[in-house]
């Protein structure tokens, strides 16, 4: 039974960075794809970043590149997403997801291929 727990959301001011952890319970296959979403009020939900465990590849969505950096830690089995220089477009409710893949992450970020989600953080920026 695959969990997965978000935390470290908040309210910061623009300009300010903020560091989101998932913890992921049950996740022991190492070949896969943990991503992060977002979803905005009023919006619909779009992929941030994705980083495939096997090889360690990253790949991020246009608008959050160069500011936003995805990492696995394998010993504590937990994703992080790094959000520096935040704006308040990036005020949204964060997921953290996972699905099992011996090709790690498809790109562009595909939200269907995401079979474990977590419930979710909020930020705000403003």
């Known amino acids: 039974h695959v969990q997965l727990v978000e935390s470290g959301g908040g309210s910061v001011q623009a300009r300010e960075s903020l560091t989101l952890s998932c913890a992921l319970s049950?996740?022991?296959?190492?070949?896969?794809?943990l991503g992060w979403f977002r979803q905005a009020s009023g919006k619909e939900r779009e992929g941030v970043a994705t980083h495939s465990t096997r090889g360690g590849r990253s790949f991020y969505a246009d608008n959050v590149k160069d500011r936003f950096v995805i990492s696995y830690d394998d010993t504590t089995n937990a994703v992080f997403l790094q959000m520096n220089y935040l704006k308040p477009v990036d005020t949204a409710m964060y997921y953290c997801?996972?699905?099992?893949?011996?090709?790690?992450?498809?790109?562009?970020?595909?939200?269907?291929?995401?079979?474990?989600w977590g419930q979710g953080t909020q930020v705000t920026v403003s």
């Open positions: 997801a996972a699905y099992f893949s011996a090709l790690g992450c498809a790109t562009p970020i595909a939200a269907p291929l995401f079979k474990y």
């Open positions: 049950g996740y022991v296959d190492k070949s896969g794809c």
